[in-house]
């Protein structure tokens, strides 16, 4: 008889006021799930919606043309932004 291997498992401890775990139950309730399964789905969701946010660069066919077209065009001196570059400021110094 093989033995089932247990799936590791992190805990994290949440504190929610009354008001937000009201909220969250009856959210749970709707979903027909329990506040842990709630929590941990949309957790899980929030945080890879950040990590595709912070990570992911997506531009249409059309759109990479145009990049394309601006990082091969010469870089232009822009005297405004030369001069205040070599200027300091007060929390510079």
Do not use: C, Y
């Not at 805990?11 to 775990?21: L, M, P, V």
């Not at 329990?34 to 949309?42: G, H």
């Not at 066919?61 to 932004?81: D, F, G, M, S, Y």
Request: avoid cysteine.
């Amino acid at each position: 008889m093989q033995a089932k291997a247990k799936a590791k498992s992190e805990k994290i401890d949440i504190r929610f006021s009354q008001q937000e775990a009201s909220i969250i139950k009856q959210a749970a309730s709707l979903q027909h799930t329990n506040m842990s399964n709630f929590v941990r789905q949309q957790a899980v969701g929030a945080a890879e919606a950040v990590i595709h946010d912070q990570t992911r660069f997506a531009v249409s066919a059309e759109q990479w043309t145009l990049i394309e077209a601006a990082l091969q065009r010469p870089a232009q001196v822009l005297p405004n932004l030369q001069k205040k570059l070599a200027t300091t400021d007060d929390w510079d110094q």
